[in-house]
């Protein structure tokens, strides 16, 4: 655990960048709408908006907003628990005031934390960090507005679960730093056929493995497929 928390603090200091304000795209109801949590540091709305462009080309109606959240590794409890109270909110708005969009979830690094609790539910102590994060009751493809999901991709996610159906790339059976287990997992679960969960296997964050870079790749190696994946989708 320790050498896994070792690798995320450097990870955290090659990526540092001051977040920015909110960059919105939309200006009215879109038919395809994603939610952006950034990585740990990162600017808004961060790598994750090359998928988006990837998905929305060609489409007349297409365009994101980012969770509004710190993404700082100081803290870390308080960051991710803000990510998932106002991604939930910006969520159930936006369905709310767009009901016939069609929404996607997509989460990097500690972003991908704050989605997956999101949809599965997080909260407690997190080990040599120092902090218990508050619970939350997660969203449910069955009721609104988790029933507006359809597609949700994780990169390098903080908590990837060995060997769930969702995960895909060389560290499918790998544990990340924050595995899921019980109703969490659960939870999470209930989404399984609209996730996909990108992990390598060298990746320290989401793999237990060893090499910092591995966590910086997937936005180069991992896109066309995520792109293509999310289409299927929508």
């Known amino acids: 655990m320790a050498t896994r928390l ?11 960048a001051t977040p920015t304000d909110l960059i919105r795209r939309q200006t009215a109801c879109q038919e395809v709408h994603f939610f952006i949590a950034r990585g740990s540091t990162e600017p808004y ?39 998932v109270v106002n991604g939930t909110a910006q969520i159930t ?48 493809p069955e009721t609104f507005p988790g029933n507006k999901i359809v597609a949700t991709t994780l990169f390098g996610d903080v908590r990837h679960t060995a060997s769930q ?19 969490e997992l659960e939870s999470l679960n209930r989404f399984s056929e609209l996730l996909h969960s990108w992990c390598f296997v060298d990746d320290p964050v989401c793999a237990g493995g060893s090499d910092v870079n591995a966590h910086l790749e997937y ?16």
């Open 165 to 183: 159906t969702y995960n895909v790339g060389t560290g499918a059976a790998g544990n990340g730093i924050l595995p899921r287990s019980g109703t």
């Open 6 to 16: 070792f690798f995320f603090a450097v990870l955290l200091e090659v990526a540092a």
């Open 93 to 140: 708005a936006y369905a709310e005031s767009c009901p016939d969009a069609k929404l996607v979830l997509t989460g990097y690094s500690q972003g991908g934390h704050v989605v997956g609790d999101i949809l599965g539910g997080g909260g407690g102590e997190i080990p040599n960090q120092g902090c218990t994060q508050p619970e939350n009751t997660p969203l449910s």
């Open 45 to 83: 709305p961060g790598r994750q908006e090359d998928l988006v462009n990837a998905v929305c080309e060609g489409l007349p109606s297409c365009g994101y907003e980012a969770i509004i959240y710190p993404a700082a590794f100081e803290d870390y409890c308080g960051s991710a628990y803000g990510g």
């Open 219 to 234: 936005f180069d190696a991992s896109m066309s497929e995520a792109a293509a994946w999310v289409k299927t989708k929508i």
